[in-house]
């Protein structure tokens, strides 16, 4: 009797010791912070997002644009007859924070260098609640056009700030400064905009993407505000984004400074990315 009662204090005293360490375990991954996935590619459309890489993952994109799809619709099948612009582009995640990035455009042979940094992530306990980056881009113009290099150079700093306000809806703001080395007579040099973007999610594969490009101040003759409106389609290795856009260009300092179309008036072409990350 007296081995019974031994037997079963032991097994007491080991459930006892076991319950408080397995309650301690639990309550040590409860506190697990986590950044938030805010959009689903670094790009919305042609705004960067603050989507970032993670650290040693390569980026490759490819961005392409048409012609007018209301101009000579039947005769042009819609615009799919007139490539406007083709982006290629990669970019590499130096840490999760950081990433920088080289493309290439067919429009006036645009090469283009980027860097990209979060300050700082929303997180899934909500001690950050939103997450704000910083972006820069040098744009060269490789044609050849009989002028000097230093007037061939574009450059652009932006300052993105989104949130993801629940399941279905994220928004982001992007105040943007673009300089262009040398323009047209009666184009500005220095050219402001506040970028406007969301994204919502009708599913875990589709999800709705529009961006708006407001200019504040001076801004080049015959060119108006930016709009496109889009859909992505998560396909496991990728995200293929197809969308309407008013502009032909994929960097946000052309996109503001030689948009001549109005996308409400009709004047909207088709285009699409894609996205597709390696791990190295």
């Known amino acids: 009797m007296t081995s019974k009662k031994s037997t079963v204090l032991l097994l007491f005293f080991l459930l006892v010791s076991i319950v408080p360490s397995k309650a301690q375990m639990e309550r040590e991954r409860a506190r697990v912070v986590e950044p938030v996935e805010t959009f689903w590619t670094p790009t919305l459309v042609s705004q960067a997002t603050t989507e970032q890489l993670e650290g040693g993952n390569l980026n490759v994109t490819i961005m392409h644009s048409f012609g007018i799809a209301t101009t000579r619709p039947i005769q042009n099948f819609f615009g799919l007859d007139n490539i406007q612009n083709v982006r290629l582009g990669i970019d590499i995640g130096l840490s999760d924070k950081w990433s920088v990035g080289i493309g290439r455009s067919s429009l006036f042979n645009v090469v283009d260098l980027r860097t990209k940094y979060a300050l700082l992530r929303q997180n899934t306990n909500g001690e950050v609640p939103l997450s704000i980056s910083l972006k820069g881009d040098l744009g060269i113009i490789t044609q050849e056009n009989r002028q000097p290099f230093e007037d061939d150079i574009s450059t652009l700093v932006s300052a993105i700030v989104s949130k993801k306000l629940n399941?279905?809806?994220?928004?982001?703001?992007?105040?943007?400064?673009?300089?262009?080395?040398?323009?047209?007579?009666?184009?500005?040099?220095?050219?402001?905009?506040?970028?406007?973007?969301?994204?919502?999610?009708?599913?875990?594969?589709?999800?709705?993407?529009?961006?708006?490009?407001?200019?504040?101040?001076?801004?080049?003759?015959?060119?108006?505000?930016?709009?496109?409106?889009?859909?992505?389609?998560?396909?496991?290795?990728?995200?293929?984004?197809?969308?309407?856009?008013?502009?032909?260009?994929?960097?946000?300092?052309?996109?503001?400074?030689?948009?001549?179309?109005?996308?409400?008036?009709?004047?909207?072409?088709?285009?699409?990315?894609?996205?597709?990350?390696?791990?190295?």
């Open 167 to 280: 399941e279905q809806l994220r928004l982001q703001l992007s105040p943007m400064y673009g300089h262009f080395s040398t323009v047209a007579a009666g184009n500005v040099n220095n050219l402001f905009a506040v970028g406007m973007g969301a994204q919502i999610n009708l599913s875990e594969r589709y999800s709705l993407i529009t961006e708006y490009y407001p200019v504040l101040g001076d801004k080049n003759p015959d060119t108006n505000n930016a709009f496109s409106l889009g859909l992505n389609i998560q396909t496991g290795g990728h995200v293929f984004q197809m969308f309407f856009t008013s502009t032909r260009w994929h960097l946000e300092q052309y996109v503001m400074a030689q948009n001549r179309e109005q996308f409400w008036a009709g004047d909207f072409r088709f285009g699409f990315n894609v996205n597709r990350i390696f791990g190295l």
